[in-house]
């Protein structure tokens, strides 16, 4: 699959996942509208947000599974709005962490309501998935 040469051709790979991946929502979950803005790429159309769901071992944690869909290499940053993130970690397909990534935070991602974020560099077709480390409440 060759890199969308104009918006057209992206709202329809858009329309074409949305269709084969209906949202599926928790109904005990109040995330309101607050959801849709937790997490966000910035720099590329071309990298999805497939999964995020929490962790098998670890209630404080979320797995955050991501893919490059255009066939190219990039690189993005991943915002992510939540206040108790201890750690981000790379991990690998059984949720065993590789490496810590570094969680930057910076004085104008506050005016834009975020905490911070996390550089990500992706291979053509790369799968990537994150833990989200948080405070226990």
């Known amino acids: 699959m060759q890199r ?22 928790v109904s005990c979950w109040r ?18 947000i497939d999964i995020v769901k929490p962790a098998e071992d670890d209630h404080n944690t979320l797995v955050i599974r991501l893919y490059e869909s255009f ?6 940053k991943l915002i992510i709005n939540h206040s108790r ?21 910076n004085d ?3 005016s834009a309501g975020c905490e911070g974020f996390v550089s990500l560099n992706f291979r053509a077709f790369e799968v990537k998935t994150l833990l989200l480390r948080l405070s226990a409440l």
């Open 4 to 25: 969308p040469c104009n918006d057209l051709n992206l709202s329809v790979m858009r329309a074409a996942y949305e269709f084969n991946n209906p949202a599926r929502f």
């Open 31 to 48: 995330g309101g509208n607050k959801l849709s803005s937790f997490l966000k790429i910035e720099g590329s159309e071309g990298i999805v």
């Open 71 to 76: 066939g190219g290499g990039i690189s993005v």
């Open 85 to 105: 993130i201890i750690s981000v970690d790379l991990s690998d397909g059984l949720e065993r962490t590789v490496c810590s990534l570094p969680f930057e935070t």
């Open 108 to 110: 104008s991602s506050a």
